[in-house]
């Protein structure tokens, strides 16, 4: 949910985390690179006393990291981590999913197809930033769906954490590696396989919601880790930690 004051203004604090969101996903900072508060708040235009509770908040969600008090940084990559994370979604999501087919109301649904349709214009449109965040609210609607708060707090955790390699290895976010622009939501396999999910999960389904939501993230993976092996080492913006 986005920060706003009472004039319903985004917050300076909410600027901040947005900005330094894009700046990562416009390849701006590579895995291991530092984030110093001062840089940011120039490079924002914002105070940084928000830049530093921005970092406070992605450090907390998994996708920066501190470093041995100066500042924070942008974790290294490595196929160990890839995988291990990836393993953890799969056990935390697939949970989630079969708990969230037992409790879901029809307004859950409602709100599952809305996201359904919001994931699929970001992707024709090629608006990644927007496609980033409604495909986060999908993943973390269902973890919340499941009533678990221990559950809902891991995913949040290790979803920001898979994003890193999503954001630097998968087509959509690094069409530099692949000569095919993808722009229609009826041929994505992520978009296809959401749908899946939220249809198990409106059947009311808590085999199949796990099996399918299981499968999506392992299909992630096996696409995923190739492409790490293939291309991390050639890429000047990532620095590729020993395995």
């Known amino acids: ?22 700046l990562m996903l416009s390849k701006a900072f590579a895995p291991g690179d530092r984030l110093m508060e001062t840089e940011l708040a120039e490079k924002l235009q914002v ?43 799969i056990f935390l999501e697939g949970k989630a999913a079969m708990e969230a087919a037992y409790l879901r109301t029809g307004e859950d649904i409602r709100t599952l197809r809305s996201l359904l349709e919001q994931e699929k214009k970001y992707y024709k449109d090629g608006e990644v930033k927007l496609y980033t965040e409604v495909n986060k609210k999908l993943h973390l609607t269902i973890a919340a769906l499941s009533g678990n708060t221990y559950i809902e707090k891991f995913v949040r955790q290790m979803f920001w954490r898979s994003e890193l390699y999503i954001f630097y290895f998968d087509r959509f976010y690094a069409p530099e590696l692949s000569k095919e622009l993808l722009r ?7 978009c ?8 198990t999960i409106e059947a ?8 399918v939501m299981k499968s999506h993230l392992q299909n992630t993976l096996d696409y995923l880790y190739p492409r790490f092996r293939m291309y991390g080492m050639q890429r000047a913006v990532c620095n590729i930690a020993p395995e």
């Open 47 to 89: 105070s940084r006393t928000p830049v530093r509770n921005a970092l406070r908040q992605l450090i907390a969600e998994g996708l920066l990291e501190n470093d041995r008090h100066r500042g924070c940084r942008i974790p290294q990559l490595n196929a160990k981590d890839m995988q291990q994370t990836f393993q953890t979604r």
């Open 204 to 211: 009311k389904d808590p085999i199949a919601s796990e099996v």
């Open 1 to 22: 949910m986005k920060k706003v004051n009472i004039l319903g203004q985004v917050s300076a604090e909410q600027k901040a985390y947005d900005g330094i969101l894009n």
């Open 192 to 199: 296809i396989e959401h749908e899946k999910i939220v249809s």
């Open 184 to 190: 229609d939501p009826h041929k994505s396999i992520s």
